[in-house]
Protein backbone atom coordinates (compact mmCIF):
# COMPACT_ATOMS: atom_id res chain seq x y z
CA UNK A 1 0.00 0.00 0.00
CA UNK A 2 1.14 3.22 -0.42
CA UNK A 3 1.87 5.09 2.12
CA UNK A 4 0.04 7.81 3.04
CA UNK A 5 -2.32 5.50 1.99
CA UNK A 6 -6.44 6.09 2.37
CA UNK A 7 -6.71 4.62 5.95
CA UNK A 8 -9.76 2.84 5.82
CA UNK A 9 -8.58 0.69 2.94
CA UNK A 10 -6.00 -0.80 5.75
CA UNK A 11 -8.87 -2.13 7.52
CA UNK A 12 -10.67 -3.13 4.72
CA UNK A 13 -7.43 -5.43 3.59
CA UNK A 14 -7.33 -6.80 7.52
CA UNK A 15 -10.75 -8.23 6.85
CA UNK A 16 -9.87 -9.91 3.41
CA UNK A 17 -7.23 -11.83 4.84
CA UNK A 18 -4.12 -9.72 4.94
CA UNK A 19 -3.85 -8.70 8.56
CA UNK A 20 -0.44 -8.55 9.94
CA UNK A 21 0.73 -8.54 6.01
CA UNK A 22 0.22 -5.02 4.81
CA UNK A 23 3.61 -3.40 3.76
CA UNK A 24 3.96 0.28 2.71
CA UNK A 25 6.14 2.02 -0.23
CA UNK A 26 6.39 5.30 -0.66
CA UNK A 27 5.23 8.70 -2.70
CA UNK A 28 7.28 11.11 -4.44
CA UNK A 29 6.64 13.77 -6.43
CA UNK A 30 5.60 11.97 -9.08
CA UNK A 31 3.20 9.51 -7.84
CA UNK A 32 4.98 6.55 -6.09
CA UNK A 33 8.44 5.43 -5.85
CA UNK A 34 8.83 2.06 -7.91
CA UNK A 35 12.46 1.57 -6.70
CA UNK A 36 11.11 1.30 -3.01
CA UNK A 37 8.48 -0.76 -4.29
CA UNK A 38 10.51 -2.89 -5.90
CA UNK A 39 13.02 -3.53 -2.96
CA UNK A 40 9.56 -4.17 -1.16
CA UNK A 41 8.63 -7.23 -3.59
CA UNK A 42 12.11 -8.45 -3.92
CA UNK A 43 11.85 -8.86 0.25
CA UNK A 44 8.85 -10.76 0.31
CA UNK A 45 10.10 -13.08 -2.36
CA UNK A 46 13.07 -13.57 -0.79
CA UNK A 47 11.21 -14.14 2.82
CA UNK A 48 9.09 -16.78 0.58
CA UNK A 49 10.26 -18.21 -1.91
CA UNK A 50 8.50 -19.61 -5.14
CA UNK A 51 9.07 -23.06 -3.86
CA UNK A 52 7.29 -25.26 -6.40
CA UNK A 53 5.99 -27.54 -3.10
CA UNK A 54 4.03 -24.24 -1.73
CA UNK A 55 0.55 -25.31 -2.92
CA UNK A 56 -2.27 -22.20 -2.89
CA UNK A 57 -4.81 -23.31 0.06
CA UNK A 58 -7.93 -22.77 -2.60
CA UNK A 59 -8.50 -23.69 -5.93
CA UNK A 60 -8.79 -20.03 -8.41
CA UNK A 61 -11.27 -22.24 -10.39
CA UNK A 62 -11.73 -21.52 -14.24
CA UNK A 63 -13.10 -17.97 -14.04
CA UNK A 64 -10.27 -16.17 -11.17
CA UNK A 65 -6.50 -16.31 -10.85
CA UNK A 66 -4.40 -16.12 -7.72
CA UNK A 67 -2.03 -13.41 -7.74
CA UNK A 68 1.38 -13.34 -6.15
CA UNK A 69 1.05 -9.29 -4.79
CA UNK A 70 -1.72 -6.99 -4.47
CA UNK A 71 -0.58 -3.04 -4.48
CA UNK A 72 -3.39 -0.95 -3.35
CA UNK A 73 -2.47 3.21 -5.18
CA UNK A 74 -5.08 5.86 -5.46
CA UNK A 75 -3.15 6.93 -8.81
CA UNK A 76 -6.16 10.72 -9.78
CA UNK A 77 -6.53 12.96 -6.78
CA UNK A 78 -5.22 11.19 -3.98
CA UNK A 79 -7.03 10.74 -1.03
CA UNK A 80 -4.88 11.92 1.15
CA UNK A 81 -1.86 13.43 -0.87
CA UNK A 82 -3.90 15.38 -3.14
CA UNK A 83 -1.54 13.98 -5.90
CA UNK A 84 -1.84 12.24 -9.52
CA UNK A 85 0.91 9.57 -10.91
CA UNK A 86 1.98 10.85 -13.88
CA UNK A 87 1.43 8.45 -16.88
CA UNK A 88 5.24 7.55 -16.90
CA UNK A 89 4.88 6.17 -13.33
CA UNK A 90 1.44 4.26 -14.60
CA UNK A 91 3.34 2.44 -17.10
CA UNK A 92 6.10 1.69 -15.16
CA UNK A 93 3.57 0.05 -12.34
CA UNK A 94 1.79 -1.68 -14.55
CA UNK A 95 5.22 -3.37 -15.92
CA UNK A 96 6.10 -3.40 -12.29
CA UNK A 97 3.03 -5.35 -11.35
CA UNK A 98 3.61 -7.64 -14.76
CA UNK A 99 6.94 -8.47 -13.79
CA UNK A 100 6.21 -9.76 -10.38
CA UNK A 101 2.87 -11.14 -11.13
CA UNK A 102 1.15 -8.32 -8.66
CA UNK A 103 -2.86 -6.71 -9.24
CA UNK A 104 -2.59 -3.59 -8.92
CA UNK A 105 -5.67 -1.98 -7.59
CA UNK A 106 -6.39 1.56 -8.22
CA UNK A 107 -8.78 3.75 -6.19
CA UNK A 108 -9.94 5.65 -8.80
CA UNK A 109 -12.91 7.28 -6.87
CA UNK A 110 -11.84 11.11 -7.98
CA UNK A 111 -11.22 10.82 -11.72
CA UNK A 112 -14.12 12.31 -12.70
CA UNK A 113 -13.73 14.77 -9.82
CA UNK A 114 -11.19 17.09 -11.30
CA UNK A 115 -11.19 20.80 -12.32
CA UNK A 116 -8.49 22.63 -14.49
CA UNK A 117 -6.25 25.53 -12.54
CA UNK A 118 -5.04 27.91 -14.76
CA UNK A 119 -5.26 29.81 -17.53
CA UNK A 120 -4.10 29.07 -21.19
CA UNK A 121 -2.18 31.94 -22.81
CA UNK A 122 -4.70 33.94 -23.53
CA UNK A 123 -5.61 34.61 -20.17
CA UNK A 124 -8.80 32.49 -21.01
CA UNK A 125 -9.68 29.55 -17.94
CA UNK A 126 -9.08 25.96 -19.28
CA UNK A 127 -12.10 24.08 -20.38
CA UNK A 128 -12.08 21.09 -19.33
CA UNK A 129 -11.66 18.84 -22.87
CA UNK A 130 -9.14 21.48 -23.40
CA UNK A 131 -7.26 19.51 -20.37
CA UNK A 132 -5.81 16.32 -21.05
CA UNK A 133 -4.37 15.92 -17.13
CA UNK A 134 -8.16 15.21 -16.69
CA UNK A 135 -8.32 12.47 -18.91
CA UNK A 136 -5.11 10.35 -18.09
CA UNK A 137 -5.23 6.65 -18.86
CA UNK A 138 -5.89 4.60 -15.84
CA UNK A 139 -3.45 1.85 -15.01
CA UNK A 140 -6.17 -0.96 -16.71
CA UNK A 141 -6.41 0.94 -19.81
CA UNK A 142 -2.48 0.83 -20.14
CA UNK A 143 -2.32 -2.99 -19.04
CA UNK A 144 -4.88 -3.63 -21.59
CA UNK A 145 -3.11 -2.08 -24.21
CA UNK A 146 0.28 -4.16 -23.49
CA UNK A 147 0.10 -7.74 -24.98
CA UNK A 148 -1.34 -10.82 -23.15
CA UNK A 149 1.69 -12.01 -20.71
CA UNK A 150 3.17 -15.27 -21.23
CA UNK A 151 2.31 -15.56 -16.99
CA UNK A 152 -1.37 -14.95 -17.80
CA UNK A 153 -2.97 -16.68 -20.68
CA UNK A 154 -6.29 -16.18 -20.04
CA UNK A 155 -5.91 -12.52 -20.03
CA UNK A 156 -7.48 -11.64 -16.44
CA UNK A 157 -4.80 -8.81 -16.48
CA UNK A 158 -2.32 -7.06 -13.80
CA UNK A 159 -4.88 -3.86 -12.90
CA UNK A 160 -8.15 -2.85 -12.15
CA UNK A 161 -10.23 0.41 -11.49
CA UNK A 162 -12.92 0.71 -9.10
CA UNK A 163 -15.40 3.75 -9.16
CA UNK A 164 -17.81 4.99 -6.86
CA UNK A 165 -20.91 6.58 -7.15
CA UNK A 166 -21.10 8.21 -3.75
CA UNK A 167 -19.05 10.91 -4.59
CA UNK A 168 -20.67 11.70 -7.40
CA UNK A 169 -24.41 11.20 -6.37
CA UNK A 170 -24.37 11.79 -3.09
CA UNK A 171 -22.32 9.74 0.15
CA UNK A 172 -25.20 7.65 0.74
CA UNK A 173 -24.79 6.68 -2.95
CA UNK A 174 -23.62 3.01 -1.70
CA UNK A 175 -23.12 2.10 -5.49
CA UNK A 176 -19.56 1.47 -7.57
CA UNK A 177 -17.89 -0.24 -10.25
CA UNK A 178 -15.10 -2.07 -11.49
CA UNK A 179 -13.22 -1.96 -14.91
CA UNK A 180 -10.80 -4.33 -16.02
CA UNK A 181 -10.44 -7.13 -18.46
CA UNK A 182 -13.39 -9.09 -19.82
CA UNK A 183 -11.62 -12.57 -17.87
CA UNK A 184 -11.56 -10.35 -14.72
CA UNK A 185 -15.20 -8.78 -14.69
CA UNK A 186 -16.34 -12.41 -15.68
CA UNK A 187 -14.56 -13.96 -12.66
CA UNK A 188 -15.81 -11.20 -10.34
CA UNK A 189 -19.21 -11.70 -11.06
CA UNK A 190 -19.22 -15.19 -10.21
CA UNK A 191 -19.34 -14.70 -6.23
CA UNK A 192 -21.61 -16.15 -5.07
CA UNK A 193 -24.17 -14.17 -3.85
CA UNK A 194 -24.02 -11.98 -6.61
CA UNK A 195 -25.28 -15.23 -8.33
CA UNK A 196 -28.07 -15.44 -5.34
CA UNK A 197 -29.33 -11.95 -5.29
CA UNK A 198 -27.83 -9.87 -8.45
CA UNK A 199 -25.94 -6.68 -7.86
CA UNK A 200 -25.53 -6.07 -4.07
CA UNK A 201 -26.94 -2.85 -4.35
CA UNK A 202 -29.38 -3.16 -7.17
CA UNK A 203 -31.96 -0.62 -6.34
CA UNK A 204 -29.33 2.41 -6.22
CA UNK A 205 -28.08 0.57 -9.19
CA UNK A 206 -30.90 0.82 -11.03
CA UNK A 207 -31.82 4.54 -9.80
CA UNK A 208 -28.36 5.77 -11.20
CA UNK A 209 -28.50 4.03 -14.48
CA UNK A 210 -31.53 6.13 -15.11
CA UNK A 211 -29.70 9.00 -14.26
CA UNK A 212 -26.70 8.20 -16.21
CA UNK A 213 -28.66 7.66 -19.62
CA UNK A 214 -30.49 10.30 -18.63
CA UNK A 215 -27.30 12.51 -18.77
CA UNK A 216 -28.69 13.65 -15.73
CA UNK A 217 -25.74 12.69 -13.38
CA UNK A 218 -23.70 14.44 -15.88
CA UNK A 219 -25.27 17.59 -15.97
CA UNK A 220 -25.35 17.78 -11.99
CA UNK A 221 -21.20 16.97 -11.69
CA UNK A 222 -20.95 19.40 -14.39
CA UNK A 223 -23.17 22.39 -12.88
CA UNK A 224 -23.18 21.83 -9.00
CA UNK A 225 -20.51 19.19 -8.15
CA UNK A 226 -17.28 19.94 -9.79
CA UNK A 227 -18.06 23.94 -9.68
CA UNK A 228 -18.57 23.66 -5.97
CA UNK A 229 -15.33 21.31 -5.07
CA UNK A 230 -13.24 24.26 -7.19
CA UNK A 231 -14.99 26.91 -5.45
CA UNK A 232 -14.22 25.74 -2.10
CA UNK A 233 -10.44 24.35 -3.14
CA UNK A 234 -10.05 27.97 -4.35
CA UNK A 235 -11.20 29.15 -0.68
CA UNK A 236 -9.04 27.05 1.50
CA UNK A 237 -6.14 27.29 -0.74
CA UNK A 238 -6.17 31.53 -0.31
CA UNK A 239 -6.59 31.16 2.83
CA UNK A 240 -3.57 29.07 3.31
CA UNK A 241 -1.53 30.75 1.30
CA UNK A 242 -2.64 34.02 3.64
CA UNK A 243 -2.38 32.50 7.13
CA UNK A 244 -0.15 29.10 6.97
CA UNK A 245 2.30 29.87 3.91
CA UNK A 246 4.13 32.84 6.10
CA UNK A 247 4.34 29.70 8.77
CA UNK A 248 6.44 27.57 6.64
CA UNK A 249 3.90 25.40 5.57
CA UNK A 250 3.48 24.03 1.77
CA UNK A 251 1.16 22.47 -0.28
CA UNK A 252 1.17 20.88 -3.63
CA UNK A 253 -1.08 23.36 -6.37
CA UNK A 254 -1.55 20.80 -8.37
CA UNK A 255 -2.18 16.81 -8.84
CA UNK A 256 0.61 16.57 -11.11
CA UNK A 257 4.11 18.51 -10.52
CA UNK A 258 3.54 21.40 -12.77
CA UNK A 259 0.05 20.54 -13.13
CA UNK A 260 -2.42 22.57 -14.11
CA UNK A 261 -5.84 20.68 -12.57
CA UNK A 262 -6.82 20.06 -9.02
CA UNK A 263 -9.06 17.51 -7.73
CA UNK A 264 -10.46 15.47 -5.40
CA UNK A 265 -11.08 16.32 -1.37
CA UNK A 266 -7.95 17.42 0.49
CA UNK A 267 -5.20 19.44 0.26
CA UNK A 268 -1.63 17.80 2.09
CA UNK A 269 0.09 20.47 4.28
CA UNK A 270 3.14 19.92 4.56
CA UNK A 271 4.38 21.33 7.97
CA UNK A 272 7.79 23.22 8.60
CA UNK A 273 10.62 21.42 9.94
CA UNK A 274 10.49 20.10 13.93
CA UNK A 275 6.75 20.77 14.12
CA UNK A 276 4.85 17.22 14.71
CA UNK A 277 1.17 17.09 13.16
CA UNK A 278 0.33 14.60 16.20
CA UNK A 279 0.76 17.49 18.17
CA UNK A 280 -0.88 20.18 16.44
CA UNK A 281 -3.49 18.30 15.80
CA UNK A 282 -4.38 17.58 19.20
CA UNK A 283 -4.19 20.92 20.19
CA UNK A 284 -6.49 22.07 17.44
CA UNK A 285 -8.98 19.48 18.84
CA UNK A 286 -8.07 20.64 22.49
CA UNK A 287 -8.01 24.60 22.12
CA UNK A 288 -9.69 24.99 18.87
CA UNK A 289 -12.19 22.70 18.48
CA UNK A 290 -10.60 21.78 15.31
CA UNK A 291 -10.19 18.69 13.31
CA UNK A 292 -7.45 17.78 10.90
CA UNK A 293 -6.28 14.35 10.17
CA UNK A 294 -2.60 14.10 11.43
CA UNK A 295 -0.15 12.32 8.86
CA UNK A 296 0.13 9.16 11.04
CA UNK A 297 -3.57 8.75 10.45
CA UNK A 298 -2.13 7.35 7.19
CA UNK A 299 0.26 4.76 7.32
CA UNK A 300 -0.32 1.43 6.43
CA UNK A 301 -1.31 -0.66 9.36
CA UNK A 302 1.79 -2.53 10.67
CA UNK A 303 4.21 -1.27 8.55
CA UNK A 304 4.17 2.50 9.83
CA UNK A 305 8.44 2.63 9.80
CA UNK A 306 9.26 2.88 5.92
CA UNK A 307 7.72 6.19 5.85
CA UNK A 308 7.90 9.35 8.12
CA UNK A 309 4.38 11.00 8.09
CA UNK A 310 4.60 13.32 11.37
CA UNK A 311 4.95 16.17 9.01
CA UNK A 312 2.14 16.36 7.63
CA UNK A 313 -1.82 17.24 7.72
CA UNK A 314 -4.70 16.69 5.45
CA UNK A 315 -7.38 19.48 5.28
CA UNK A 316 -10.58 18.56 3.13
CA UNK A 317 -12.44 21.44 1.22
CA UNK A 318 -15.07 19.15 0.65
CA UNK A 319 -17.05 18.46 4.47
CA UNK A 320 -17.43 21.59 5.98
CA UNK A 321 -19.62 24.80 4.95
CA UNK A 322 -17.60 27.37 3.34
CA UNK A 323 -17.83 30.36 5.66
CA UNK A 324 -16.00 27.39 8.09
CA UNK A 325 -13.24 26.63 5.41
CA UNK A 326 -11.68 30.31 6.43
CA UNK A 327 -12.14 29.94 9.77
CA UNK A 328 -10.77 26.59 10.19
CA UNK A 329 -7.42 27.91 8.50
CA UNK A 330 -7.23 30.64 10.42
CA UNK A 331 -7.36 28.22 13.91
CA UNK A 332 -5.15 26.11 12.51
CA UNK A 333 -2.43 28.67 11.64
CA UNK A 334 -2.93 29.98 15.33
CA UNK A 335 -2.33 26.39 16.31
CA UNK A 336 1.37 25.97 14.44
CA UNK A 337 2.23 29.44 15.45
CA UNK A 338 1.34 29.06 19.34
CA UNK A 339 3.18 25.41 19.34
CA UNK A 340 6.09 26.78 17.47
CA UNK A 341 6.52 29.48 19.91
CA UNK A 342 7.02 27.64 23.23
CA UNK A 343 6.84 23.56 22.22
CA UNK A 344 7.69 22.61 25.89
CA UNK A 345 4.97 23.79 27.01
CA UNK A 346 2.84 21.23 24.61
CA UNK A 347 5.38 18.30 24.89
CA UNK A 348 2.83 16.67 26.94
CA UNK A 349 -0.42 17.27 24.81
CA UNK A 350 0.28 14.84 22.10
CA UNK A 351 -0.66 11.63 23.77
CA UNK A 352 -3.33 12.60 25.16
CA UNK A 353 -5.96 12.47 22.67
CA UNK A 354 -6.75 9.07 20.61
CA UNK A 355 -6.49 9.37 16.62
CA UNK A 356 -9.46 7.33 16.39
CA UNK A 357 -12.04 9.88 17.49
CA UNK A 358 -11.04 12.30 14.50
CA UNK A 359 -10.68 9.79 11.79
CA UNK A 360 -14.38 9.19 12.59
CA UNK A 361 -15.55 12.32 11.79
CA UNK A 362 -14.34 12.61 8.01
CA UNK A 363 -13.66 10.31 5.53
C1 LIG B 1 -9.64 6.80 -1.98
C2 LIG B 1 -10.99 6.44 -1.46
N1 LIG B 1 -11.50 5.24 -1.75
C3 LIG B 1 -12.71 4.87 -1.30
C4 LIG B 1 -13.47 5.70 -0.53
C5 LIG B 1 -14.81 5.23 -0.05
O1 LIG B 1 -15.74 5.35 -1.04
P1 LIG B 1 -17.28 4.96 -0.77
O2 LIG B 1 -17.81 5.95 0.20
O3 LIG B 1 -17.90 5.05 -2.10
O4 LIG B 1 -17.26 3.57 -0.22
C6 LIG B 1 -12.99 6.96 -0.19
C7 LIG B 1 -13.80 7.85 0.65
O5 LIG B 1 -13.39 8.80 1.19
C8 LIG B 1 -11.72 7.33 -0.68
O6 LIG B 1 -11.19 8.54 -0.40
Known sequence: MVAPTYHLACGIFDDAGFAGRLRAFPED???IDLEVLEAKIRELEDEKPNKPQAQPFKDAGEHRKFYRHVIYVVPTCSNPSGKTMSVR???GLVRLARKYDALVICDDVYDLLQWPLAKNANGASLR????????LPRLCDIDLAMDRDPKDPKGFGFAVSNGSFSKMAGPGMRTGWLEGSPAFAFGLA???SSKSGGAPSQFS????SDLVHSGALQDYLASTVRPGLQRR????????HEHLSPQGVTIREAGLVDGHVYGGYFVWLKLPQGLSAKLVADVSLIEENLIVGNGNMFQVHGDEKTVN??????VTFAYVPEDELVEGVRRLAAVTQRVKADPTRYENLATTVSDAAMIDSSK
Open 29 to 31: EEG
Open 89 to 91: RRE
Open 128 to 135: SDESPEMT
Open 190 to 192: QTA
Open 205 to 208: AAVL
Open 233 to 240: HRLLVDAI
Open 309 to 314: LDGAIR
